[in-house]
């Protein structure tokens, strides 16, 4: 799908996923000027899944937007241009609307609220559970598989602890309590509105295939992982569709 300007400029390319729910098509015309979006920079790494959860969003909302990437294999992530952009030293960081933004699930939050995406569900209750699915992947799984954990835990033990089997230990582990809390129909994680969740769902998913976990185990989280990544704007925003040429 092609989104135009008032005066019928092409401003996106972005394919957008037509599943049922979330994008508006009226998006860009709540932003500044002749409908026009201010440039977006994403500071981001390919393999990173924070940095992907945000390259699904900006696809799912149409927003064009340019990469900068930061090489966290070469540690560009600590040179002070980046520690100017993110002083944790980590990616994502989103420049929009004339601020910088870090914490890849407060911009998810930013997004919805600037964009009306429905990211997070309108009631409570589902708000609530839609972030604790998020915080499941993003602030218990992810956080203990970061670069810089997985870099010392391996050295601390002499090589006694691998980065594979530590990576295989802690995503099997956080799929195994995540699992049993998909328990509403699908076809995503929360009904049939790709939210939040499923925004943080299918980079792990990448990244437990990365480290060859056994998603056998986990039937559900397969099958809405299933569902979810053919999406054109959430295929378009997988890291080997974004890799550096070799
Ligand atoms: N909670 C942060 C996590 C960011 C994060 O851990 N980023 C990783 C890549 S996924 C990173 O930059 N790691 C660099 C390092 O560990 O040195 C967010 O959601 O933005």
């Known amino acids: ?51 992907y959860r945000l390259r699904i969003a900006l696809n799912l909302l149409g927003l064009p937007y340019t990469r900068h990437p930061v090489d966290l294999a070469a540690g560009d992530q600590v040179t002070p241009a980046n520690l100017a952009l993110n002083p944790q030293g980590l990616v994502p960081t989103l420049e929009v609307d004339g601020i910088k933004l870090t914490q890849s699930l ?37 956080p203990v598989c970061n670069l ?3 870099r010392h835990v391996v050295s601390l033990s002499g090589g006694a602890v691998s980065t594979e ?41 990448y990244n437990a295939r990365r480290w060859a976990v056994d998603l056998a185990a986990f039937p559900v989280i397969s099958a809405i992982s299933a569902r979810l990544e053919p999406i054109p704007a959430i295929a378009a925003a997988h890291p080997d569709r974004v890799k550096p040429a070799a």
């Open 106 to 142: 407060a911009i998810l939050e930013y997004l919805d609220e600037m964009h009306g995406a429905g990211f997070l569900p309108k009631d409570a209750q589902g708000r609530a559970r839609v972030r604790t699915l998020s915080y499941a992947i993003a602030m218990e799984i992810q």
């Open 1 to 51: 799908m092609r989104l135009f300007c008032e005066d019928g400029a092409a401003i996106s390319d972005c394919v957008i996923g037509c599943s049922r729910n979330y994008v508006k098509l009226n998006l860009l015309h709540q932003a500044k000027g002749r409908g026009m979006v201010n440039q977006i920079i994403l500071h981001d790494y390919w393999r990173s899944s924070s940095a």
């Open 165 to 205: 089997g530590w990576m295989q230990h802690f995503i099997a582990l956080g799929l195994a309590g995540l699992e049993p809390m998909l328990t509403r129909p699908g076809p995503y994680c929360h009904g049939d509105q790709i939210t939040m969740a499923d925004i943080c769902l299918v980079p792990q998913i």
């Open 148 to 150: 810089r954990v997985s």
